[in-house]
């Protein structure tokens, strides 16, 4: 027993050690509850059906059906499977990524003293809360005077603007599908904040309120005017408060949803609830959870860069990818990429921008084009797990890794010769290559975050899409704000979880004397 017991002690050492080689920090999220480790190599079997990480039984059916009829296999394969096998080789050679060229971390320090919404106006500053006070008030104006004016109404002033994002920001922390709650006599009223406004005057802020009033003259077509200025500013401080470490993650974040809504809804319902206009895509920091950079594709109607007419989805996720990735030219970066984003055209491109890449690849999803076929098709022999294969190009290899399923990656990041491990809590350690191991520690702190802090996200749900992607953006500010805050000096002196630094946030942004979180 006792022997037991110090193996299983060992296994957790060695486990800490790897990930703090891998420079992945354990005391960003500041909560209990469970460690999200449940990806596609710690608890993944071949029958898992995720569309985002895992390969279904499906490609093994698909690659046995290529065998026997000898046709053009995966996507972008060609038809003769000797010309893909050339200049892939069995002989491996260890690689050196140069010494990465950037710092990480927050660019200023910030005071011990500093509040919930000091953090979060390294985001969203007063001129920016300005400028929505702004474009209210002259969408109002115009409203009133194309349809009549409306008794009682006022412009809406920098103080009523704060409270009435701190309205809509109490529905992440207290997780109310509508605001107006707020007022009710429910469940998810909210007296506290309710007598700082009232909710006739709420809503006719909300009836008007607006980030870019009119279309400009000049251009203005996109789909999302009415909120790319602010999306600009957003970006731009993100990328001047934070810098992020080498090890990065390009991936759609998960958006949770109500589950009182989700399981009280009828299956329309939620079919259309699920239709959303845009998709949601982020480049971040996979040492500290920091979004580093957004970017949104509305799914119709016209867009930038020609997305909107692509209809290869690899060719329209390498563009994505690309977007992300133009401020890291340079510095020598580590880009863990998901089946959909991996190919070869595009990791090359990237290695020439002195970017580097690893990513797995799906035989069902990603743009195989001139990878070697024997690599992409599953040995009708059983296989041991851990067992590997390993092909190589230049400074880029293709490992095809077996753990009750095959697994495959594309790296140019890691040395093929260099080996790995995979923590298994009840099976002990599995042997895999270092990029295997790379990739699962860094997806699993995702997967993490993704559990902590998307049930923190706005659930206000409003129809129009500029809006709905301005509430998702605020609440990436939010987390983000959080995670600056957690690295702080301020830490030190109150430790607020995340739900507490969301509730001081809310009465700090309403002007509340008693800004002390509720326990």
Known sequence: MAECGRKGLS??????SRYESLQISDDVFGESGDDSSENPFYSTTGDSNSDNYTESNADDARARETRSSQSCGPPGSVSNGQAQEEGWTDALQDIII????DTHGPTQKMPA??????????????????????????????????????????NVTLAEMKAFLGYVTSTGVNRCESVLSIWSSG??????????????????????????????????????????????????????????????????????EDPVFITTCTERELRKRKKRKFSLWVRQCSSTGFICQIYVHLKEGPGPDGLDT????????????????????????????????????LFQEFEKQGIYCCGLLSTRKSDCTGLPQSMLMNTESPQQRGQSRIKM??????????????????????????EGVIIKRKSGEILCPLAVEAFAAHLSYICKYDDKYSKYFIFHKPNKTWQQVFWL?????????????KMSDAYHVKRYSRAQFGERLVKELLDMDDCSPTQ
């Not at 140069?98 to 060229?101: D, E, F, G, K």
């Not at 060719?315 to 030219?329: G, M, W």
């Not at 190009?393 to 260099?418: D, E, H, V």
């Open 11 to 16: 296994l957790l050492e060695k486990a800490r």
């Open 98 to 101: 140069p010494h990465y060229q």
């Open 113 to 154: 003293t500093a509040t919930a919404i000091d953090f979060f106006q390294l985001f969203v500053p007063d001129n920016v809360i300005q400028n929505m006070v702004i474009q209210t008030n002259m969408y109002a104006k115009k409203y009133q005077e194309r349809f009549g004016s409306e008794e009682g109404w006022t």
């Open 187 to 256: 469940f998810f009223s909210n007296r506290s904040i309710a007598l700082k406004m009232s909710q006739a005057r709420f809503e006719k802020i909300l009836k008007y309120f607006h980030i870019v009033a009119f279309r400009s003259s000049q251009g203005g077509s996109h789909g999302l005017y009415k909120i790319q200025p602010f999306l600009a500013s957003l970006q731009q401080s993100f990328s001047s408060s934070f810098r992020p470490s080498q090890t990065q993650v390009l991936h759609e974040p998960l958006i949770d």
């Open 310 to 345: 692509l209809k290869n989805k690899p060719q329209l996720h390498s563009l994505v990818a690309k977007q992300l990735c133009q401020n890291l030219s340079g510095c020598n970066a580590i880009i863990f990429t998901g089946p959909s984003i991996t190919s070869l055209n």
């Open 393 to 418: 190009r230049g400074n880029m290899s293709i490992i095809n890794w077996y753990n009750k399923g095959n697994f495959r990656f594309l790296t140019n990041a890691y040395s093929p010769t260099k």
């Open 473 to 485: 953006t605020i609440s990436i500010a939010i987390n983000n704000a959080y995670i600056l805050y």
